[in-house]
C-alpha cells in the first residue's frame, strides 16, 4: 500500500508561494478581463494542430506533497509544453518577476508530464497573447528531465515546509480551541441563550439573525462558541465584519480576553485596515521605483511573513512594526497575512464588496469560512452604497478637458448623448426604466478604449482620467446587472449639471451569493427587527432564523417616557423648541449629571442649542459640528466623566447615535427628538414605490422610512443602559411615539410610559 499523501497544492499556488521575486509593483495598467483571457486561451489553441492537448490534467508528489493543475497545452508532436498568458499593450512591461513566475509554472508542468510519460527532456513555451492585436509572442527553451526535477523538488521543499508549519499550527489551533473555556465565572442574563444559537448556527452550517440589546456581551457571546466549532466543523477561517473602527476594537479586545487563556494562543488574528490608514508614504506611488517598501518586496516578503505569524497577534501595530522591521509595505504585509490568520478582523467591505479581498480568496482556496457581521443593521445602507455607480456631468466634462487626442470622439459621443438626455428630462429629478442603451454602449466604447491607451501608456496620466475609467467601468458592470433591485436616475443641478446613477435599493441579490459561500453567518445587532425587512432586503436564506435574546436589563433601570401632546414634524419644528428646551432643563435640574440630546439635522440642533442657552445659560452645552475629525470626535466624547455635568447634542444617525460606549455616571439620560426618519424626497419615494413592487403594498412605508428611522432611535436610547448597575432616563420626544406601530418596534424590556409637556398655548 502506497504512502498516504498529507498536503496537496496547485501548481499555481505552489509557484506563488515559492517563486514570487522583486518589487511590490502597483502602477495601474489595465489587464484583460477573466473572459477576454478566455477567449485568449481559446483563440491561441485554435490555432495550434489537430494532435494538440489543451488543459492537460497533470499531478505528482514529492515527500507527501501533491502538486496538481492543468497545463494550458501540449504537442506530441513537437513535445513542447505551453503555458499561455494573456495580456495588453507593450509585452515589455510585464514585470520581470511576472515572467520569473510564469517560467517557474511551466517548469513544474514540465516535470510532472516528463514523469508521468518518461520523457528524457521536453520542450518549454511562455506564449503570451496580446487580446488587442491578437499577437503571439513565444519564448522557449528545452530542459532535461532532470533539469526540471531539481526545480520541482525544490520548489517542494520551500512549500513542504512551510505545509508542515502550517498543519502542526491548525492541529495546535484546534486542540486549543476544543478547550478553550468562557472567560467569565457565569454568562450574562442573554448571553448564554446567544452563544447557544451561534454554536448550532456554525455547527449546522446555516445563516442566523440574532437581535440582543446593547450590553449584554454580545461580541464574546458571538466569538466564544464560533471558536468552540472550529474543530468539529473543520473551519479554516472566521471573518468578524464590522461597519466602525469601535467594533473593530471591542472585537480586538475580546479576543485578547479569550487568548489570556494560555500563554502563547495558537491563535492567529489579524486586524486589517484600510490603506489609506497603514500607508507609510502617502506621496509616493506603489511601485519599487517610488517607495522603499515596495522595493524587494517579494524578496523580503517570506521573513516579514514568518516573522509576523510566530507572533499570533496581529493588530496593526503589530503588523506595522513587523513590516518596518522588514522593510515591507504594511498594508501588503496585512494583505498577505489574511491568507494565513484564524480570524480576520476587518471593515465589511472586505468580503461584501465587489472586489473584496477575502471574498476573492474563500472562492480561490476553497476554505470553509463562518461570518460574525457586527452591528449588521448598518450592513444594508453600506451594501447599497457599494453597488451604486454615479457619473456627474461637471467631473465628466474636466476630464473631456485634459483626455489624451486618442479619447477625443469615444468622450465626445458620449457627451453627445448626455446632453440629449438632458434635453429630454423634464424634472429635476426623474426615474428611468433604465440606463438608456445607446449612453451605455458610448460608455462602454469609451472605456475599452481608455483600456487600450491606459495599457499603451501607463504613466503620466491625470488622477482625473483614472477616477472617470473605474467610475465608468462600475456603471457599465451594474448597468449589466441591473434588476428590480436598482434604479436609474438623472438628477439636474444649475450648478453641477447633472448626474446619472445606476442606484441599489435592495442590495440582495449581490449579497446572497456571499451568504451561501460561507459555511455559517450570524448577523447580531441590538436593532434587528422586523426580521422580513432584513431577510428581503440582505438575501438571506429563506429559512434563516431569528431570535431576540433576553435582555440583562429590567424596566426599573431606564425610565422611558414618550411626549404625547408635541409633535416634531418639520411644519412644528419652531414651536417645538421652547417646551424641548423646558423639558432639558427640567430634568437636568432635578438629576443633573451628563445627557445627550438627539435631533433630526444640524439646523433642528442649532436652533434648540440656541433656544437652551438663551433661557438657561447656566447648562453646559456642547455639540457635534458638521465634518468632524477623529480627535474632535474624541474630544466631543471627553467631555462625558464620571465628575461632569452638561448635555452633549448630537445628530441622531451620526457618530455618537451607536457605537460609544458611556457606563455608569458619564451618561444617564437620552431626549430624542425625532422619529429619525429618512427625508420625504423624490428618491426616498421611488424607493418606496419599488419597495412596494417587489415585497408588497403594506410594506412600502415602513422598508423606506419607519424601520429605518426607529433603528436610529433604539440604538441612540441604548447609549444609556450600558450595565446592569447603570439606570438612566430617556424622553422620546413625538406625539408618535404612542401609535401602537411604533411602540411594537421598540424593545419589549421597555416599560413606555405616556408622558404630557405644560405647553404654552399658541398665539396666531
Known amino acids: 500500500m502506497g504512502r498516504r499523501l498529507k498536503y496537496q497544492v496547485a501548481v499555481r499556488a505552489l509557484c506563488e508561494f515559492t517563486a514570487k521575486v522583486g518589487d511590490l509593483d502597483l502602477r495601474f495598467t489595465p489587464s484583460p478581463t477573466a473572459q477576454e483571457g478566455m477567449a485568449g486561451h481559446a483563440i491561441v489553441v485554435a490555432r495550434r494542430g489537430p494532435g494538440y492537448v489543451p488543459e492537460l490534467p497533470l499531478s505528482g508528489e514529492h515527500q507527501g506533497l501533491l502538486v496538481r493543475g492543468r497545463a494550458d497545452g501540449y504537442d506530441p508532436e513537437q513535445n513542447l509544453l505551453e503555458e499561455i498568458k494573456t495580456h495588453r499593450g507593450d509585452i515589455s512591461r510585464i514585470p520581470a518577476n511576472h515572467r520569473l513566475l510564469h517560467w517557474a509554472q511551466a517548469k513544474v508542468y514540465g516535470w510532472l508530464l516528463c514523469a508521468e510519460r518518461g520523457l528524457p527532456e521536453i520542450n518549454l513555451a511562455v506564449v503570451y497573447f496580446n487580446v488587442l492585436t491578437q499577437h503571439e509572442t513565444a519564448f522557449h527553451q528545452s530542459l532535461s528531465a532532470d533539469e526540471l526535477q531539481a526545480f520541482f523538488t525544490l520548489q517542494c521543499s520551500r512549500y513542504i515546509h512551510w505545509a508542515q508549519y502550517e498543519q502542526a499550527h491548525r492541529l495546535r489551533r484546534d486542540q486549543s480551541l476544543l478547550n478553550l473555556k468562557f472567560p467569565h465565572p457565569e454568562f450574562r442574563s442573554g448571553q448564554r441563550q446567544l452563544a447557544n444559537a451561534v454554536y448550532r448556527a456554525a455547527r449546522d452550517g446555516h445563516c442566523l439573525m440574532a437581535q440582543a440589546t446593547t450590553g449584554i456581551g454580545k461580541t464574546l457571546g458571538t466569538l466564544f462558541p464560533q471558536l468552540k466549532a472550529f474543530a468539529g466543523q473543520k473551519l479554516d477561517r472566521l471573518f468578524f465584519l464590522t461597519a466602525k473602527t469601535p467594533g473593530r476594537r471591542l472585537a480586538l479586545d475580546a479576543l485578547r480576553t479569550l487568548c489570556k487563556q494560555e500563554a502563547l494562543m495558537p491563535l492567529r488574528v489579524l486586524e486589517h485596515v484600510a490603506r489609506d490608514k ?419 403594498d403594506n410594506k412600502g412605508y415602513g422598508y423606506t422610512y419607519l424601520y429605518p428611522g426607529l433603528q436610529k432611535v433604539v440604538q441612540a436610547a441604548g447609549r444609556v443602559i450600558r450595565t446592569v448597575q447603570d439606570q438612566g432616563v430617556v424622553y422620546l420626544i413625538d406625539d408618535r411615539f404612542n401609535q401602537p406601530a411604533i411602540r411594537k418596534l421598540l424593545p419589549t424590556w421597555w416599560k413606555v410610559d405616556r408622558f404630557r409637556l405644560p405647553l404654552k398655548p399658541v398665539h396666531s
Request: overall charge negative; charged content about 20%; proline content about 6%.
Open 278 to 696: 497603514a500607508c507609510e508614504h502617502p506621496d509616493k506611488a506603489c511601485h519599487g521605483d517610488a517607495c522603499p517598501l515596495a522595493k524587494g518586496f517579494y524578496d523580503r516578503l517570506p521573513a516579514a511573513r514568518q516573522a509576523a505569524l510566530e507572533g499570533q497577534w496581529l493588530d496593526h501595530a503589530r503588523v506595522r512594526s513587523v513590516a518596518l522591521a522588514h522593510q515591507v509595505c504594511p498594508y501588503y504585509l496585512s494583505q498577505e497575512l489574511c491568507r494565513w490568520a484564524d480570524i480576520v478582523v476587518c471593515d465589511y467591505n472586505y468580503y461584501f464588496d465587489m472586489g473584496g479581498l477575502l471574498y476573492g480568496l474563500t472562492l480561490l482556496s476553497e476554505w470553509r469560512v463562518t461570518l460574525l457581521v457586527d452591528e449588521a443593521h448598518n450592513l444594508i445602507e453600506r451594501a447599497r452604497g457599494m453597488y451604486t455607480a454615479e457619473l456627474n456631468q461637471q467631473r465628466f466634462e474636466a476630464v473631456r478637458s485634459i483626455a489624451p487626442r486618442v479619447m477625443k470622439a469615444p468622450l465626445e459621443r458620449i457627451s453627445r448623448h448626455w446632453r440629449q438626455l438632458e434635453l429630454e428630462q423634464k424634472l429635476a429629478y426623474q426615474v428611468y426604466p433604465m440606463a438608456p442603451e445607446l449612453f451605455v454602449m458610448a460608455l462602454q466604447k469609451a472605456v475599452s478604449t481608455l483600456t487600450d491607451h491606459l495599457s499603451e501608456q501607463p504613466a503620466g496620466n491625470a488622477t482625473e482620467l483614472l477616477h472617470f475609467y473605474l467610475d465608468a467601468m462600475l456603471f457599465c458592470r451594474l448597468a449589466e446587472a441591473f434588476g428590480p433591485h436598482s434604479l436609474f436616475d438623472i438628477s439636474r443641478d444649475d450648478n453641477s449639471g447633472s448626474t446619472l446613477c445606476i442606484r441599489n435599493i435592495v442590495p440582495a441579490p449581490f449579497l446572497a451569493p456571499r451568504f451561501e459561500d460561507a459555511h455559517s453567518c450570524t448577523l447580531f445587532s441590538a436593532t434587528l427587527s422586523p426580521a422580513d425587512y432584513y431577510a428581503d432586503l440582505l438575501g438571506l436564506p429563506e429559512d434563516t432564523p431569528w431570535i431576540d435574546v433576553e435582555s440583562p436589563f429590567s424596566a426599573e433601570q431606564l425610565q422611558v417616557q414618550a411626549i404625547s401632546n408635541l409633535s416634531t414634524r418639520y411644519a412644528h419644528r419652531d414651536y417645538s423648541l421652547q417646551p424641548i428646551a423646558a423639558l432639558i432643563a427640567r430634568q437636568y435640574g432635578e438629576k443633573p449629571g451628563n445627557y445627550l440630546a438627539f435631533f433630526s439635522s444640524y439646523s433642528y440642533l442649532q436652533a434648540a442649542i440656541d433656544e437652551l442657552r438663551l433661557a438657561h445659560p447656566e447648562i453646559p452645552v456642547w455639540q457635534q459640528s458638521r465634518q468632524m475629525g477623529e480627535a474632535e470626535r474624541q474630544g466631543f466624547l471627553d467631555r462625558f466623566t464620571t465628575s461632569s455635568r452638561g448635555i452633549g447634542f448630537a445628530v441622531l444617525g451620526g457618530a455618537f447615535g451607536e457605537g460609544i460606549d458611556l457606563p455608569g455616571e458619564r451618561l444617564i439620560g437620552a431626549f430624542i427628538a425625532t422619529l429619525g426618519l429618512p427625508q420625504i424626497n423624490p428618491v426616498n419615494e421611488q424607493v418606496k414605490l419599488r419597495m412596494e413592487a417587489m415585497f408588497g
